[in-house]
């Protein structure tokens, strides 16, 4: 009987960790996402700064004032943010890949302690 609550407890334990970690993959996602739309905006701002001339006038919108930038100090600012995004991205991939390994270990140890529940049970009504 106290076997029997025990294999409960933990398996509810267990779901719960399981749930917590789904939960971290869907908020990985999420930002991965975000990460992702504005790594394809700076990609087409910096295909758009390729396509000047190098007199061309440029500005910065800061706050709700636009400031002039030189042109090739945009241009580097821009790579930076490529740069910063995309590592971002990967560092964001390896987490993923992390957590989806816990997330099957966590399914695995779940679906063992379903078995075990459901033989305990099975040898309490024998009994």
């Known amino acids: 009987m106290a076997a029997l609550r025990e294999a409960q407890h933990e398996l509810e334990t267990?779901?719960?960790?399981?749930?917590?970690?789904?939960?971290?993959?869907?908020?990985?996602?999420?930002?991965?996402?975000?990460?992702?739309?504005?790594?394809g905006e700076?990609?087409?701002v910096l295909k758009e700064l390729?396509?000047?001339?190098?007199?061309?006038?440029?500005?910065?919108?800061?706050?709700?004032?636009?400031?002039?930038q030189d042109l090739a100090?945009?241009?580097a600012n821009v790579r930076k943010r490529i740069e910063y995004i995309s590592a971002e991205l990967k560092r964001l991939d390896?987490?993923?890949?992390?957590?989806e390994e816990k997330q099957?270990?966590?399914?695995?140890?779940?679906?063992?302690l379903q078995q075990k529940l459901q033989a305990l049970q099975?040898?309490?009504s024998k009994a």
């Not at 099957?104 to 063992?112: A, C, D, G, V, Y």
């Open 14 to 39: 267990q779901a719960n960790n399981l749930s917590k970690l789904q939960k971290d993959i869907a908020k990985n996602h999420q930002v991965r996402k975000q990460y992702t739309i504005q790594l």
């Open 50 to 68: 390729d396509l000047l001339n190098e007199d061309a006038n440029v500005y910065k919108l800061i706050g709700p004032v636009l400031v002039k």
């Open 94 to 99: 390896g987490t993923l890949q992390d957590l």
């Open 42 to 44: 700076n990609e087409l």
């Open 73 to 75: 100090e945009a241009n």
């Open 122 to 124: 099975a040898g309490k």
């Open 104 to 112: 099957n270990s966590k399914k695995e140890t779940i679906l063992k």
